[in-house]
């Protein structure tokens, strides 16, 4: 097989699957690992794909958004997703003011979040709220304005009400990030909500699943560097990983459970008070 041949033939594998290893393209074309790494290189070049940890996965379009009538209950719980969830909790501190996202990586959080020290939960999401609302080592405030079809609110009205709030910790999750262009998001309104959050948040910690990294989404949210930590997983792009760095973002890469044999039941939606996707979208509610 020509090289060219198998280079569209990786290109389609990684359209398909949206990611591959370099052991599988060894083993499929019968290839060394430097000529797999070598047409990685030149797929990437042609924007077919975005090379991460072991191998590449698909880039995701600027402009793609997610469905408008989200529903979580439905969607599949990713090992990735639940990992960095598990992480970003360790770093709630008793008595904080906590602005938690209202993306797929705040109902993660829910299962997670701890019962044993008392702090303040500030949320945009009603569907987020209802989970939490029989927390009771927790003080809950639910974010006013036009709510989206999604259940979450990042209009104008909401964007004015988190600007009379300071936030000792906020997690923030987006559309895409790059080392360059910085923090993107798909809306201007969810860009201009989570802007004030970040600039009204003592420390900043952002959230994203590996596939959003080195890709940018539509409207810019802020730079990297206004970032103290970025939480992603194992399948992360490592040269845009090493310039985050460069600017003086943290970065914790999870890993896999390896004791994980099957997944965690989904929770039901009033579990909130009993303990609590990898979603190929490109705007997170915030």
């Given at each position: 097989?020509?090289?060219?041949?198998?280079q569209?033939?990786?290109?389609?594998l990684?359209?398909?699957?949206?990611?591959?290893?370099?052991?599988?393209i060894?083993?499929?074309?019968?290839?060394?690992?430097?000529?797999?790494?070598?047409?990685?290189?030149?797929?990437?070049?042609?924007?077919?794909?975005?090379?991460?940890?072991?191998?590449?996965?698909?880039?995701?379009?600027?402009?793609?958004?997610?469905p408008?009538?989200?529903?979580?209950?439905?969607?599949?719980?990713?090992?990735?997703?639940?990992?960095?969830?598990?992480?970003?909790?360790?770093?709630?501190?008793?008595?904080?003011?906590?602005?938690?996202?209202?993306?797929?990586f705040g109902?993660?959080?829910?299962?997670?979040?701890?019962?044993?020290?008392?702090?303040?939960?500030v949320?945009?999401?009603?569907?987020?709220?209802?989970r939490?609302?029989?927390?009771?080592?927790a003080?809950?405030?639910v974010?006013?304005?036009?709510?989206?079809?999604?259940?979450?609110?990042?209009?104008?009205?909401?964007?004015?009400?988190?600007?009379?709030?300071?936030?000792?910790?906020?997690?923030?999750?987006?559309?895409?990030?790059?080392?360059?262009?910085?923090?993107?998001?798909?809306?201007?309104?969810?860009?201009?909500?989570?802007?004030?959050?970040?600039?009204?948040?003592?420390?900043?910690?952002?959230?994203?699943?590996?596939?959003?990294i080195?890709?940018?989404?539509?409207i810019?949210?802020?730079?990297?560097?206004?970032?103290?930590l970025?939480?992603?997983?194992?399948?992360?792009?490592?040269?845009?990983i090493?310039?985050?760095?460069?600017?003086?973002?943290e970065?914790?890469?999870?890993?896999p459970?390896?004791?994980?044999?099957e997944?965690?039941p989904?929770?039901?939606?009033?579990?909130?008070?009993?303990s609590?996707?990898?979603?190929?979208?490109?705007?997170?509610?915030s």
């Amino acid at each position: 097989m020509l090289m060219e041949e198998r280079q569209i033939k990786i290109a389609e594998l990684i359209e398909q699957k949206g990611r591959i290893t370099i052991g599988e393209i060894t083993e499929l074309f019968d290839i060394s690992h430097e000529s797999a790494r070598r047409d990685l290189r030149i797929l990437e070049s042609k924007g077919l794909c975005k090379r991460a940890h072991g191998g590449a996965i698909k880039p995701m379009p600027a402009g793609f958004m997610p469905p408008r009538n989200r529903n979580f209950d439905e969607m599949p719980i990713f090992e990735n997703y639940e990992q960095i969830a598990k992480q970003a909790v360790t770093h709630i501190k008793e008595h904080q003011i906590i602005y938690l996202t209202g993306g797929s990586f705040g109902f993660h959080m829910c299962h997670y979040l701890p019962r044993d020290i008392h702090y303040t939960l500030v949320v945009n999401s009603i569907d987020l709220a209802n989970r939490l609302r029989h927390l009771t080592n927790a003080d809950l405030y639910v974010v006013g304005g036009k709510m989206r079809q999604s259940t979450s609110v990042v209009d104008s009205m909401a964007t004015d009400f988190v600007s009379r709030m300071h936030f000792d910790l906020c997690f923030i999750t987006g559309g895409g990030l790059t080392s360059e262009f910085g923090l993107s998001n798909g809306t201007d309104e969810t860009a201009a909500f989570q802007r004030k959050v970040i600039e009204n948040s003592r420390k900043k910690i952002l959230l994203l699943p590996s596939q959003k990294i080195g890709t940018d989404a539509f409207i810019k949210v802020c730079n990297a560097d206004k970032f103290d930590l970025l939480i992603t997983d194992w399948d992360c792009v490592e040269d845009e990983i090493t310039k985050l760095e460069e600017k003086g973002v943290e970065v914790t890469i999870v890993e896999p459970n390896p004791n994980r044999t099957e997944q965690r039941p989904r929770e039901r939606k009033d579990d909130a008070n009993e303990s609590n996707q990898r979603t190929e979208a490109t705007e997170s509610d915030s």
